[in-house]
């Protein structure tokens, strides 16, 4: 969702509304509450990928970009030499753990 207030640009982005004066600077101010939440959610998904297994939660990690960039299971399934539906379903084994540990 974007929205012009002013000549000003503003969006909604990960529970956020972040304002730019035009379309090319971009500037997310950190809050010491931002920072706190911030630090909670890394802490909890950090516990959270814990449980699984090495295998798993470095397919997850890899997917979804935690560290970096986001590769395809096609990726991740090149560097383990087997195929992305192989990959696809260590990745869903791995939310059925996290879900069930919930």
Known sequence: MRVIVESLFAY???????VRENEDALTVKQTPFS???????SSK???D??????RER????RHLGFYGERESFAQIAKSYDVSKQRAGQWFKRALKLLRENQ
């Open 12 to 18: 909604k982005a990960a529970g956020d509304f972040i």
């Open 35 to 41: 920072e706190i939440c911030n630090r909670e959610i």
């Open 45 to 47: 998904l950090s516990k």
């Open 49 to 54: 990928l814990a449980i699984l297994p090495n």
């Open 58 to 61: 470095d397919v997850v990690i």
